[in-house]
C-alpha cells in the first residue's frame, strides 16, 4: 500500500513547496499569531471546586464553611484524608482551590489572636488563580464583619504551579491548541477542494487508488508540515515565553501530534464539502477558530457556561488538548493523568477519517 499512495504524497509536497500562501500559513502565521495575540482578559468565575480540609471541626470552623458555601462562586466538598494528599486533588481535578482550617483555629479565634488558615489554589490557569484568590479574600472579610472582629487570622496563599501568577503560563498553551487547529484545518480544507477547482479531481479517480489510499496520501504530507509548525510553536512558548515543560516532552509531542490528526481530519472533511478553495478555507476557520475561543476553556472557564455549553464543549477538540499541554506543561502530568483526553482526541480524529472516506466515496 506504501507505494501505492507515494506518488499522491509527493504531488502533495510539490503543492506545498510552490504555493507561497500555504507557506505563508504553515511558518509565518503561527509565529505572527503567537507574538500579537493579545491576553489581558478578566472573567467572573463561579461553580469553583473547593475542597476543605477541617482539622478544628468546632462551630467556628464550620461558620468560616458556611461562609464560602453561601458565596455564589464556590462549591464546597470536605475532603476526610490527609492532608499532605491533597495535592493530587489539583492532579486528578477534583479541586480548583483547597481550604486547610488548622486544628487550633477556634481556639485562636475565640482568643482575638491571629490564626492562620491556609488556601491553596491550582495556578496553572493564572487568571483563574487570581479571581479565587479575589473571592476568597471577600468571604473571608465578610466573615470577619458578622463577627464584629477585624482580621483576626492570617490568610496565606500558595499558589500551585504559577506562583507568580504569569498570564502568559495560560494564555499561551491555549493560543498553541488555537494555532494549530487553525492552521492545520486551513491546510488540509483545501486538499480535495483545489482539485475539484483545478479540474485534476478526474485524473485522481481514474487512478487505481481506493478512496482510503487517496485520503492517506492527501493527509500525511500535512501531518509532518503541521508537526514540524507545532514543534516550533512549542518552542517559542518554552523558550521565548518561558512557559516552562515540567512534564515529558515525549507526552507532549504525543498529544500536539494527536491533535494536529484531528484538525487535519477536520479540514480535510470539509473539504470533501466545499466545492472551490474559497469556500472550504472560510469554513474551516470559522469551524476552528470560534469554537475553539468561546467552548475549550481557552478564555472563558467552562465550568461557567450554560449546561448546554458545557455539553457541546465536549465535542470540541481544543477542550481536550489544553487539557494535556497545560497538564503537562505546568502540572507535570503523566499519561495516567491524561489518558481520557487523549483517547477523546483520538475518536474524533478517527470519526473525521471515516466520515471524511465516506463522503469522498459518495463524489466518485
Known sequence: MSHRILPIIRKEFIHIRRDFRTLIIIFALPIFMLFMFGYAINLELQHIALTVVDDNNSPDSRALIRAFSGSKHFNISVYDGKVSEVGSLFHQRAAMAVL????????????????????????????????ISNYANAVLQNFNADRGVTLPFDVSLAIEYNPALKSTYFFVPGLVALILMMISALLTSVAIAREKETGTMEQILVSPLRPAEIILGK?????????????????????????????????????????????????????????????????????????????????????????????????????????????????????????????ALAAMGLFFTFVSTKRFKMTL
Do not use: C
Open 100 to 131: 486547610l482550617i488548622p486544628h487550633d483555629f477556634a481556639e485562636e479565634l475565640g482568643a482575638h489572636q491571629k490564626t492562620s488558615v491556609q488556601l491553596l489554589i491550582d495556578g496553572s490557569d493564572s487568571n483563574t488563580a487570581q479571581l
Open 219 to 343: 493527509v500525511i504530507p500535512y501531518i509532518v508540515m503541521a508537526f514540524l509548525d507545532g514543534l516550533l510553536i512549542l518552542l517559542v512558548a518554552h523558550f521565548w515565553f518561558e512557559v516552562p515543560l515540567r512534564g515529558s516532552a515525549w507526552l507532549m509531542l504525543g498529544g500536539a501530534l494527536l491533535y494536529i490528526f484531528v484538525a487535519l481530519s477536520l479540514g480535510l472533511l470539509i473539504s470533501t464539502l466545499a466545492q472551490n478553495q474559497q469556500v472550504a478555507m472560510m469554513v474551516a476557520l470559522i469551524a476552528s477558530m470560534l469554537p475553539t475561543l468561546m467552548l475549550s476553556g481557552f478564555i472563558f472557564p467552562v465550568n461557567s457556561m450554560p449546561f448546554l455549553l458545557q455539553l457541546i464543549s465536549k465535542i470540541v477538540p481544543a477542550t481536550y488538548f489544553l487539557k494535556i499541554i497545560r497538564g503537562v506543561m505546568l502540572k507535570g502530568n503523566t499519561f495516567e493523568h491524561i489518558r481520557l483526553m487523549f483517547a
